[in-house]
Nanobody, 119 residues
Framework: VQLQASGGGLVQTGGSLRLSCAAS????????IGWFRQAPGKEREGVSL????????FYADSVKGRFTISRDNAQNTVYLQMNMLKPEDTAVYYC?????????????WGQGTQVTVSS
């Protein structure tokens, strides 16, 4: 049972990357998913969030208008499309899934994927 983040890499300023967060061993269908990032020497920060239904999304001000979160429950995967990348977007990106109902809570962190934006 795990989340697998992938899609990171090295890109120039202004470029694009698409991160994927794939679940194995469980269904993402009832999980809200968030993307977080952590740059060297900085605290982990929330980047984007999507509800389990996909009807609600949230973006940090720093990425609003440039990043888009989406989900494909049939593929058991959540995506983060990152456009117009800036050097300050350089960080390790993590996905996080959580599910909660009375009497039951489940949460998982994926391993990080490195995003490096060169100036």
């Amino acid at each position: 049972v795990q989340l697998q983040a992938s899609g990171g890499g090295l890109v120039q300023t202004g470029g694009s990357l698409r991160l994927s967060c794939a679940a194995s061993g469980f269904s993402l269908h009832y999980y809200a998913i968030g993307w977080f990032r952590q740059a060297p020497g900085k605290e982990r920060e929330g980047v984007s969030l999507i509800s389990s239904s996909g009807d609600s999304t949230f973006y940090a001000d720093s990425v609003k208008g440039r990043f888009t979160i989406s989900r494909d429950n049939a593929q058991n995967t959540v995506y983060l499309q990152m456009n117009m990348l800036k050097p300050e977007d350089t960080a390790v990106y993590y996905c996080y899934g959580w599910f909660s109902r009375p009497g039951l809570t489940r949460e998982y962190w994926g391993q990080g994927t490195q995003v490096t934006v060169s100036s």
